[in-house]
Every structure is written in C-alpha cells, then in structure tokens.
C-alpha cells in the first residue's frame, strides 16, 4: 500500500461545477498536509496548507480528517484555469511524502 | 515566485556518460532537495542537504551523488548514465525541516533528462 494515495483521475466536469478529492494516508503520525497544483510541464506550486480546522482560501476548500487519515480538496465554481494536476503532500517527522495527483480537466 | 534556477534545463545525452544537474537558490534556505517524477510514481525523493557539506541519501539514490560546497548549490551527478534514469529531475528548498503547515516546499522549473 503507498503512504499517500490519490485517485489519478481524470477528473472532467463542466466549468462552474464543484470537484473534490480526496487523498488518504497510511502514517498516523503525519503532522502537517498540503495540496500542490502542477500545470502540464511545469513544476508543483503551492496552493494551500491544510489546517486541522480546515481552512479556505477563494473557491477553495481543505479539510483534515485525522481519524480517517485523509484530507480533502474542494473546488467551487471551477474555472478553466484550475484544470491541472493536484499533489497532496504529507509530512512527518521523518519524510515528506507527495501523492502521485488527481487530473483535473475543465471543459467549457 | 521562489529564487531557485536549475540548469540545464533540457539535456539529451548518451548511455555511460556522466552528468550533472545544478540547482542554485537565492533565498539562503538551509534545506535543499533532488526529486525525479515519472508517470505513475510521483515525485520521488533522490537526495537531499540539511546544510553544506551535509547531505542524505533519499528513496531512489542509487546512480546518483550530490555534493553541497556552498548554500546556494546544490548538485547531482549521475556518475554513468542510464536509460532508466530519463525522467524530470526537480530540485526543492525548503527553510528548515520543521512539519508546522508554514514550512513549505517550493520547487525549481526542472530539468528535462533523456539517455538514449
């Protein structure tokens, strides 16, 4: 089993729809989550940390569910720039370990 | 946009020849990181630095060394090229090792590796 896993997707909804994913992880001592965003050929940004109260920023939403070992990504109102791919990072006090991404299409 | 400039940023090169990736960073992060990312296996850590002269090995280090001589440098080297090491290599930085949420990891634009 991978210590962070992600559906790979694609993902292909309509512009204006909500998307989420979701991205588990086998640590439970991880300590800190991250979602990425990488653009076809083109390196991994940060888009937002995930806060254990969850935290929102614009059309975006993380969620932490520590019990379950997951956190989650929710994208309201989607545009055609947010198609890309998106990265969970997970860290624990010894390693930080990236998702292999969620595609995501929007179309028009 | 994080200081990090990597080159060169696309090399074609032959089986058995050695070559080296460099990485140069302006932001005097202490932390410096080598990923290589391949469909279906993510990004997977190579090596990394936690100072100068100080470095580790990661996931998938063999075939490759770094050095770290100065902060700002980061180098990678593969001693003799392989056909399974064609792949994007992406260097990071990161301020300290420390796992609060603002500790994050920005990333280089990548080196693009082809062994033929």
């Known amino acids: 089993r991978k210590e962070v896993e992600q559906d790979p997707g694609p993902f292909n909804v309509p512009e204006g729809a909500t998307v989420a994913f979701n991205c588990t992880y086998s640590n439970s001592a991880s300590q800190s989550f991250f979602w990425y965003r990488q653009d076809c050929r083109k390196e991994p940004k940060l888009l937002m940390s995930?806060?254990?109260s969850g935290n929102e920023d614009g059309r975006f939403t993380a969620q932490l569910n520590r019990a379950s070992q997951y956190i989650s990504l929710l994208i309201r109102d989607s545009k055609l720039s947010d198609s890309a791919t998106y990265l969970c990072?997970?860290?624990?006090?010894?390693?930080?370990?990236f998702g292999s991404g969620t595609r995501l299409s929007i179309r028009p | 946009d994080a200081g990090i400039t990597q080159s060169p940023r696309h090399k074609v090169t032959e089986t058995g020849t050695p070559v080296t990736l460099r990485c140069h960073q302006t932001e005097n992060h202490r932390y410096m990181y080598w990923y290589r990312q391949d469909p279906g296996h993510g990004l997977r850590l190579i090596h990394y630095?936690?100072?100068?002269?100080?470095?580790d090995k990661g996931e998938v280090s063999d075939g490759y060394s770094v050095s770290r001589s100065k902060t700002e440098d980061f180098l990678l080297t593969l001693e003799s090229a392989t056909s399974s090491q064609t792949s994007v290599y992406f260097c990071?930085?990161?301020?300290?090792?420390?796992?609060?949420?603002?500790?994050?990891?920005?990333f280089g634009e990548g080196s693009w590796l082809t062994v033929v």
């Open positions: 990072v997970v860290k624990s006090a010894s390693k930080i370990i």
């Open positions: 630095s936690y100072g100068v002269k100080d470095t």
């Open positions: 990071a930085i990161s301020e300290s090792d420390r796992t609060y949420s603002g500790n994050t990891i920005y």
């Open positions: 995930v806060y254990s």
